[in-house]
């Protein structure tokens, strides 16, 4: 299973088609569920939010600016190699203020897109496009290029 963990809901219709699209085609592939928490002006309240719902047993992944860096191919062979070894991993996207150091100390690895900052919305789509990728990558299916 694929988690996407988030904080915030999406406000735009043309956002959540894009999101709603990829979630369609990564299901032929895998199990994959986003889980949405509220967000909050408090950073210890948004934290917490985040703490109730991120598992333990899951492969938890930072998305922070400062985490590793793939490019494409490379990410899909990371992430089919994580599924040769974990039935679950969780993508953990924090608020506008980022992740706290708690949620960042309890993920097995931190990866980065880049030291771009992206509207919350847009990366979730970005984010399923890669996980998407990946799979067409690893499958040998035309897409990637």
Known sequence: MIKIICV??????????????????????????IIEVKDNNNFNIETNNLLKVIKKEDYNIALCIDGQSFDSVSL???????????????????GSNGLSDEI???????????????????????LLEQIYRSFKINNNERYHK
């Not at 735009?12 to 299901?27: A, C």
């Open 8 to 33: 915030g809901k999406i406000k735009e219709s043309y956002l959540e088609e894009l999101i709603n699209d990829y979630l369609k085609r990564i299901s032929k592939y895998h199990k994959i569920e």
């Open 76 to 94: 899909a062979s990371y992430i089919d190699n994580l599924f040769a070894h974990h039935s679950t991993i969780a993508f953990i996207i924090g």
């Open 104 to 126: 960042i100390k309890m993920c097995n690895t931190k990866i980065s897109f880049g030291s771009l900052t992206y509207p919350h919305g847009l990366f979730r789509g970005i």
